[in-house]
């Protein structure tokens, strides 16, 4: 294996092991996130979990985050609990660094 293939691997590896940090971190993020909206919304107990479930899943609809967005801004809307979308972009960018170093922890 020739120096240029080395290198090659080497970049293939680091390439490979980022994706998996994003997709764990952002799977991560979308629980917190989840469990944060949750207890916005007054939901306790089980509830909360059950609802954190349903925003990771929620996130495989589409590539980004434009889906959890529109589902976090229409429970929000449907449980009558003011928080904007912006308000709701920051925590996402927040617990996006609470799951990376969560991850990073392990």
Do not use: C, P
């Amino acid at each position: 294996m020739s120096t240029f293939d080395k290198r090659e691997a080497g970049f293939e590896n680091k390439f490979a092991r980022d994706e998996e940090l994003r997709f764990k971190a952002t799977a991560r993020r979308n629980k917190l996130l989840g469990q944060w909206a949750a207890e916005k919304m007054g939901f306790v107990g089980t509830a909360v979990d059950t609802y954190a479930k349903e925003l990771v899943a929620a996130d495989l609809e589409e590539a980004g985050d434009e889906d959890v967005v529109r589902k976090l801004v229409a429970d929000f809307a449907a449980k009558k609990t003011e928080v904007s979308e912006h308000q709701i972009r920051r925590t996402m960018d927040e617990l996006m660094a609470t799951a990376v170093a969560q991850i990073e922890a392990k």
